[in-house]
């Protein structure tokens, strides 16, 4: 209903309200045009789209569209913030990302932006003698230092505490984590690790540094093996419920062992998605302390950083866009701390630069948009709001399931968790195959005559468990095809675009069997005669109109000139002559692979 102003003055006051009805009416005739006959919620159906863990969202949202009420920030269930001030403060805490030793990186980082650091110990990493190193010159009483050494994170945790007391720095002043992880080293390794010095060291956190946390719920491991949303929330509250029953069994309390757990969750360019899932998380780790009788102790503390999975290797510079998305909806979910990964990670060591737009991305954020300076910012949208409800709901339903099958190292040691992630990875495969999910610079929009970064090499990561998975390898096994190819003969893959009737006809299509193909590396050449272009294959590019009055004539006269194997860019039909077709929806991976093989590209 319209609310009239104080002054009672309604410049809609002529105007009656709108029904939903009358905008699925709209709607209707919307789809009719585009011959789709449909009627009221169907045609509502009709533009909805859906999204892994059964979602999905509807074109609008109505205060109809009810959801659980979230509460304040500061209070149970903390789906607003764990913080009564949100991050208006300060802002989010800007963590930095280091691998590897290099010269002056880290104070760098401080001196320009970033307020913490999330060290690499160990395996794949900083070795743990040369943390006093790495943090020379650090002033650890204002930046706190956040370790990862998996299986030396006892002796990472020692060193680090030997420095503090080194330094001077008071035990209460002592901020950060110190990592311990042993479900999320066996997640990524399949090692499995005792928790008797786990324990030892969240005993010593609770008992002097009451600012220093000792273990991290890491749900990457997940997020990197191709899971959903909801399967990246469940598996991180399996793994803090084991927590807490290691520690409680232990002889901390539950408000103890709850303030030893830090969370680090996936913040992807689906924007609204990854705020909805900060805000999920947050309710259902309440959820969880409320049931283990300390609800005030479920402020869940949230690390999210962006997704390698979304991180391309071919024109990485659109990683800085995807980064700044996924930034974006890491500060309005309300995460604590946000590690921007470098445009160039995917590649090796980030250089100077990379380093430095990924500092800025979170500054920019911060200081000129002022995006901290609201709490909550999404709170109160519909979408969001109900968003937020169904994930929530996905994420318990499959903590449920892992906790049916004996918790969440039982299911890492039965392979039950890497089968249901890989069946998640294998219909996400699907829409990135048939570019349902387009990924700019590679699926779409492809350089093939970029030039290619190069970086010096990370170390190794950690492996043996869970695979780690990328949004565009499938593209890239098929580019790097290509590029063994120029490297061998001089020359890329090449195939005819074979035009018909003037450019009003044939434009879009030639355009999109352009982009196509270069998506695997195949050059099309669009210039001349056939014979002439060096291409062992054609593709017709024209109107339907135009096809159906001149295609089988074309492609025979393709065949006479040459051509081993004619395409026609158009939805499949009956036509001598042309033996496959490339369309929108078709499975690109598959068309391009074939296309490799038959040109004899290895």
């Not at 505490?161 to 720095?169: D, K, S």
Request: with cysteine; aromatic share 6%.
């Amino acid at each position: 209903m319209t609310v009239l102003p104080d002054d009672g003055l309604s410049l809609a006051a002529e105007f009656p309200d709108a029904t939903h009805e009358q905008w699925q009416r709209l709607v209707e005739g919307v789809l009719r045009k585009s011959g789709k006959e449909v009627s009221g919620a169907a045609a509502e159906e009709a533009l909805s789209t859906t999204l892994e863990d059964g979602l999905r969202t509807r074109p609008l949202y109505t205060a109809r569209d009810t959801a659980p009420e979230p509460g304040l920030p500061g209070f149970a269930p903390f789906v607003r913030g764990s913080r009564p001030q949100g991050n208006t403060v300060g802002g989010w805490d800007v963590r930095q990302r280091h691998a590897a030793l290099t010269d002056g990186a880290v104070l760098t980082d401080l001196e320009n932006g970033a307020t913490s650091l999330w060290l690499l110990m160990g395996e794949g990493g900083i070795p743990v003698p040369e943390l006093r190193r790495a943090l020379d010159g650090v002033y650890l009483d204002l930046a706190p230092v956040v370790l990862d050494a998996g299986r030396d994170v006892t002796a990472a945790a020692q060193e680090l505490l030997r420095l503090y007391a080194e330094r001077g720095v008071a035990p209460e002043a002592t901020r950060g984590n110190l990592g311990a992880d042993p479900l999320g080293y066996e997640a990524r390794t399949g090692e499995r690790q005792d928790f008797t010095p786990v324990a030892a060291l969240a005993e010593r956190c609770a008992g002097g540094y009451p600012a220093l946390r000792a273990l991290t719920v890491d749900a990457l491991p997940y997020h990197e093996a191709g899971g959903s949303a909801g399967q990246e929330l469940g598996a991180s509250l399996a793994t803090g419920v084991a927590y807490l029953r290691e520690l409680t069994e232990a002889g901390l309390t539950v408000e103890q062992g709850c303030a030893q757990l830090e969370f680090r969750y996936a913040a992807t360019a689906d924007q609204f998605l990854t705020v909805a899932k900060l805000r999920a998380a947050r309710r259902l780790w309440a959820r969880v302390a409320e049931v283990c009788g300390a609800p005030d102790a479920g402020a869940q503390i949230q690390h999210a950083v962006t997704s390698p999975v979304m991180a391309t290797r071919r024109d990485p510079w659109v990683n800085m866009l995807r980064a700044t998305v996924a930034t974006l909806a890491a500060g309005v979910g309300g995460a604590d701390a946000v590690t921007v990964l470098p445009f160039d990670h995917a590649l090796g060591l980030p250089d100077a630069f990379a380093r430095r737009i990924a500092r800025n991305t979170s500054t920019i954020l911060l200081e000129e948009s002022q995006l901290a300076r609201v709490i909550d910012p999404a709170g109160g949208s519909w979408y969001v709001e109900r968003l937020t409800d169904e994930l929530a709901h996905a994420g318990w339903e499959f903590f449920r399931s892992i906790e049916r099958d004996g918790g969440q190292a039982a299911v890492l040691r039965s392979g039950r968790i890497r089968d249901d992630l890989a069946r998640t990875w294998r219909q996400r495969s699907a829409r990135l195959a048939t570019r349902r999910e387009p990924v700019t610079g590679v699926s779409e929009f492809p350089d093939p005559a970029e030039r290619p970064l190069e970086r010096e090499p990370a170390p190794e990561p950690r492996s043996g468990g869970l695979p780690r998975v990328r949004r565009d390898e499938a593209f890239e096994a098929l580019r790097a095809r290509s590029d063994a190819h120029l490297a061998a003969t001089g020359a890329r893959p090449r195939i005819f675009l074979a035009v018909l009737g003037p450019a009003a006809a044939h434009s879009a299509r030639a355009t999109f069997a352009a982009n196509l193909f270069r998506a695997g590396g195949v050059e099309p050449v669009t210039e001349g005669r056939f014979a002439d272009s060096g291409a062992p294959e054609a593709v017709l590019c024209s109107s339907d109109a135009l096809y159906a009055e001149q295609a089988v004539q074309a492609a025979a006269d393709l065949r006479a000139a040459g051509a081993r194997h004619v395409s026609l860019a158009g939805r499949p039909a009956d036509r001598p002559g042309v033996d496959s077709y490339v369309f929108a929806g078709c499975d690109a991976v598959a068309v391009l692979s074939a296309t490799l093989d038959r040109m004899g590209v290895a």
